[in-house]
């Protein structure tokens, strides 16, 4: 009688279709290279375990909801010489999610912020950790949303507890009343618990300009996101280029 005629229901009963998917491929391999039991069995597991890591992986991918696949394998470095890779790289490393310490990504229009962002939140994913990203305009849109259909202390509990929160183009719009209010309270409440990445074409002691109708919150806001902060500075031109469009050099940015 065939092994596998009674072990496929009992391996998907049991909800192991880890084990279930590479059974034929590691019994071939087990008869081959006259594997001991236990070293089949081994292998078995060790897929099992694999294909749950995978799942959970692409579960946590799904939920930080990034823009694009951008990972630091397609960072071009060369396009910004005067980059600390040194605290990039560090970065990487996810350090600075235990030490719940803030994260600035500024620069010019086009230089890789977005990317640089994404690819940092990438790297926190494969590390095993949540992560969610959203540009200022959806993360205040999400307030919106949430108030109207009544589950705004929900939404920002899930906003406080996330390990890294990654807001996109931070600054870029004026924050008014009453999302200057939920911003203030998410950080307040992530303040040296959690980290918060910012990406922002604005210099950091620009950003007061974006809370027009309560400049006292915007400061106590600006200031808990400054305090302990990373940050990482692109220049350059801008990256985003019509097809067949050459990249001006630095010299020739200089000389404009």
């Known amino acids: 009688m065939n092994p596998f005629t009674e072990l496929t229901p ?7 279709s880890g084990m279930l998917d590479s059974l034929e491929a590691r019994n071939r391999q087990a008869l081959s290279e006259q594997l001991a039991p236990t070293e089949f069995l081994t292998l078995l597991v060790q897929d099992e375990i694999a294909r749950r890591e995978q799942h959970k992986f692409s579960r946590r991918l799904r939920r930080a ?19 600390n890779r040194t605290l990039v790289h560090d970065l990487l490393t996810c350090r600075f999610i235990g030490e719940a310490a803030p994260v600035h990504i500024v620069g010019p229009v086009g230089t890789g912020k977005s990317h640089l962002a994404q690819a940092i939140g990438h790297q926190a994913v494969r590390q095993g950790y949540d992560v969610h990203f959203a540009t ?3 993360l205040l849109g999400a307030f919106t949303r949430a108030r109207l259909s009544g589950v705004h202390a929900r939404r920002m509990r899930m906003l406080v507890k996330v390990p890294l929160l990654v807001i996109d183009d931070f600054a870029l719009k004026p924050i008014r009343s009453p999302h200057d209010d939920d911003l203030h309270e998410l950080i307040a ?3 040296e618990r959690l980290p918060t990445l910012l990406t922002s074409n604005l210099a950091s002691d620009e950003w007061h300009e974006a809370f027009p109708d309560n400049k006292l919150l915007g400061a106590a806001t600006i200031d808990r996101l400054n305090h302990g902060a990373y940050s990482i500075t692109l220049d350059g031109p801008s990256r985003r280029l019509p097809r067949g469009a050459t990249p001006p050099t630095r010299a020739s940015t200089k000389a404009r």
């Open 65 to 83: 909801a990034f823009h694009s696949a951008k990972t630091i394998e397609q960072f071009d470095f060369t396009a910004t010489p005067t980059l």
């Open 136 to 138: 200022q305009s959806e």
């Open 10 to 16: 009992l391996l998907k009963t049991l909800r192991l």
């Open 189 to 191: 409440a992530r303040y």
